[in-house]
């Protein structure tokens, strides 16, 4: 995917697009030691808002902090970057990609005093997963890699150079045919996708790995799990094997890039009817109504601007 833009927000200011470059011996493109955020803006008939926007934000921070990283930047200042961003390349919807970093100053492990950048990109970007996966659902793999252990990564940041192990996930499913894949914990317990938590529906209820295990604490995952228990939906959070995904009645996946996207088959078994469920239906239209239609749900989620025509 092509990222088409103008405007890059850079250290303090916006900047043309093709002014926003790092010298090959940045730091973070090395070690991986930095930190980042996946964040959307929607249009909604009463105008365009960035969904979640200071939850983002702190997390950007949490990462941050779990990594010992100290951004030279206030959270209120990243806020507004965010929207001055979104503004500046006239985007009334689109997806913004904050980026924090460590500059080329010194090399190795232990460069205490490299500067702390700062980007945030935003662009047009449709679904992640396709609108047919929305649609119609995808088709999963149980990875043979391991989300990360505890003890060996950070679960609960989202960590620049931890994503290797998603990409690498993510590399062998599509290569193997298959649009996502499934990683398990350290233990063998179902844990979450390359870029999404995961929920499936058994005789109604809701089930999805508990917030302390090796997952991220994804704001989407707590955006379904709200809409949920407002509709009358059991969501239950506890450990499950791979066999209990196969058995499920419906699957779905959450995050802010791939939305709500149902799940219609895992290693090659129909899961349910082999169409979306009825829940992840009612889950998705509920969420799609929140973030682009007209519901009046939850306005605390949506961070208002005005995207210049
Ligand atoms: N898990 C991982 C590993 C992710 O990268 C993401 C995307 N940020 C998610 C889950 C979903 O999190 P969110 O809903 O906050 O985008």
Redesign the pocket.
Known sequence: MAVEANWIWMDGELIPFDQARVHVLTHTLHYGYGVF???RAYARPDGSHVF?LG??IR?LFDSAHIIGLEIPFRQGELLEACLETLKANKLPKGYLRPLVFLGSEAMGLGALNNRVRVAVAAWDWGAYLGEEGIANGIRCKISSYN?LHPNVNMVKG?ICGQ?VN?VIAKREALSAGYDEAIMLDTSGYVS??????LFMVRAGRIVTPPYGSS?????????VITIARDLGVVVEERSFTRDELYIADEIFL?????EVTPVREVDDRRIGTGRPGEVTGLISKNFFDIVTGASPAHPEWRHTYTAPG
């Open positions: 955020e996946g964040i979640r939850e983002h997390r989300r989202k994503y998603s979450e996708c390359t870029g999404e938590n997952i991220l604490g994804g704001i989407t995952r707590d955006t959450c995050g802010t890039a791939a």
